[in-house]
């Protein structure tokens, strides 16, 4: 998916938003919502009928991808939309042949640096792994794993650690809280869009933290996040929130959601929605009016 989207992709003289506009509006948001409580088929299928309504020059290349990745993730094909990726220039030169893409997953790299490569995540036998030679530059993208040397094993047996779990380490409410340990409060725990997010965390934290806000019934909350933490063990969800849904969330919890009818008027969903009133917009319009 490139930058910058049309407003209408079937209109060649279209102006075009960034992409975070295009995609984050309420408008929008039936084809996102709970994906990640519920992983079906038939939401995957509207989650990829959106991504391919953007730009429809190129869908033949997302066919493609979707189709090579369902190959390659046999276990997976109704329940895992086709993984997302950021690029101006992937999609063309995927159509001019530049790029050659090529369903398969990295089984080893050989001494001469050859990828050795098997078509399936099920085939692990040496007689299905063929080789790719003559590369001139090979970019490993591992990722990093999460890591609380600074916390006790008791703690971290109480948030129900797993290192292994890269979407989502620690059981918490709301990604913040936990009850059993009320001093205690973690910001930035989010896979997805993060800064919009991460302030809304910070603000629960503070507020419960500091005896501003109550402090919320999780015991509820916690059971739902140990449900959805086991559905992505199992789906290994790309983005295991809806964005607009989790930042509404949180604004709930704070009182900051503004009114329904605001939200009418206002489709693309940006993070100062969630300043529009209260003291810091208060001084902000200060600021800005004189």
């Not at 990722?143 to 948030?159: D, N």
């Not at 329904?260 to 009133?277: G, K, N």
Request: aromatic share 8%; net charge negative.
């Amino acid at each position: 998916i490139p930058h910058y989207i049309p407003v209408d992709s079937n209109n060649p003289t279209s102006p075009f938003l960034p992409l975070d506009l295009s995609f984050y509006q309420r408008k929008a948001e039936s084809l996102f919502t709970n994906q990640e409580m519920s992983p079906n088929s038939t939401k995957t299928r509207a989650m990829d009928n959106f991504l391919e309504t953007l730009l429809p020059e190129h869908e033949d290349v997302f066919k493609q991808i979707r189709q090579d990745f369902l190959l390659s993730s046999p276990q997976l094909p109704l329940t895992l939309h086709t993984p997302v990726a950021v690029s101006d220039l992937y999609a063309p030169l995927a159509r001019l042949g530049r790029i050659k893409i090529l369903p398969a997953r990295l089984h080893s790299v050989r001494g001469d640096g050859a990828l050795m490569l098997a078509p399936t995540t099920n085939s692990s036998s040496s007689e299905s792994v063929s080789a790719l030679v003559d590369m001139d530059t090979l970019i490993l993208c591992t990722g990093y794993s999460p890591a609380f040397p600074f916390l006790s094993p008791s703690l971290l047996e109480i948030l129900e650690y797993d290192p292994q779990d890269l979407l989502r380490p620690l059981n918490l409410y709301q990604e913040v809280l936990h009850p059993a340990l009320p001093g205690l409060a973690f910001v930035g725990m989010n896979r997805g869009a993060y800064f919009g997010v991460v302030e809304l965390q910070a603000r629960l934290a503070a507020g419960v933290l500091s005896g501003s806000l109550p402090t919320p019934a999780m015991d509820l909350g916690l059971e739902s996040a140990r449900e959805l933490r086991a559905t992505c063990r199992l789906t290994r969800p790309q983005f295991p929130r809806d964005y607009i849904a989790y930042a509404d969330s949180l604004a709930r919890e704070l009182g900051a959601m503004p009114s329904e009818d605001w939200l009418r008027s206002h489709l693309v969903h940006t993070p100062p929605i969630y300043r529009i009133s209260g003291e810091v917009a208060t001084v902000r319009k200060k600021g800005i009016l004189g």
